[in-house]
């Protein structure tokens, strides 16, 4: 085991090292497209396939790069959180994934520039007094790009009240710059689900076994790293899947925290995959709505939920380490499970251990 993912470790910061020359040469050829780049205030603009009316909780709520998501319907438990929008639209192209509900489907990723970024950042250092937990994989993949973000979270490391969240679906070979130097101010977190869906809806992705091999290596590094087990579909055979891609991560890691979600089929993310023309079955398992949109069936989503507690619970997990994402209070309250009302229970301040 020991050689084995010291091997991993060398080819992640073989491919880290690679990255960085070819950024060395593409800079001195000036060949980089403008169509790569977003500004400032066009990010800020883009908005979530639904836009629902919200409280104002901090007297300061962003600046287009760093912004306070907070669109959260009446029946659902969770509360507002800080993302930052370094960039946006993902190159993995899940079928299912909600950014296809903004700009009319557009998923090719552009970015802000990083002196943008990084103004943004530390104007919002000054302006939060609280610590927060910034979210830099709502509009994109936090690790589609390592050059860029590896300048982000070194940011981070300037102060010790805040924290970055980094959330992804990419493997071993996007994590160089995270083994290379051990930053205290970063959460890594890992999108991994059973091996069939990756295979039919998330084929661009790495596959589930690479995502928890990344895992595991910066946990070992020291890092806090969490396990998103999102969304989870009813698939024949479902419980086997998922209890077996549950003992995969277990076997090479402690996960720090898990979350646990469901499909949800926002009628913008329905409509742009059609479009798109992915594979559409996943849309089949819708039942009911929800103010987050289509979900499965009620009791479904308790089975599957009670399901992943017990599963959890028979490894000795803790509970108060588990949360459910965009779920609503009537499932929180059945399940016999206390939320934090109207408090983001994945993101939020006090999900910093």
Known sequence: MKYTKQRYKEAALKAWRTIRRKKRKKAAESAEKLDNWIDVDSIDKIQHPEIIEHEQVEEW???GVVK???KTPEDIACGPFWEIRWAYGCPLDCSYCYLRGTMRGKMKPSYVRIEEVKRCVTEAFKNLQSPQIFNSGELCDSLMNPLIMAEIVDLFETQNKHKIYLLS????????????????????????????????????????KDRIRAASLVWEE??????????????????????KIIDNVFSELLPNR????????????IHYAKLAGTDMEWSNYFAEDSGWGKKLDFNQRKEIYSFFYE???SLDYPIYKTSMCKETIEMWNDLGYRDKPKMCNCYGPDAFS
């Open 68 to 70: 306070l998501f907070s």
């Open 222 to 243: 020291g890092y806090d790293t969490r396990i998103r087990f999102d969304p989870v579909f009813p698939i024949k055979n479902w419980k086997t899947h998922y209890s």
């Open 169 to 208: 679906k990419f493997g071993v070979k996007n994590i160089g710059f995270l083994l290379e130097k051990k930053r205290k101010q970063t959460i890594c977190a890992w999108s991994i689900n059973a091996e069939p869906v990756a295979r039919i809806w998330e084929k661009s992705a790495a596959k589930p």
């Open 311 to 313: 599963k959890l619970e």
């Open 61 to 63: 709520e962003g600046n």
């Open 258 to 269: 898990i979350i646990l979600g469901t499909p949800r089929g926002l009628w913008k993310t």
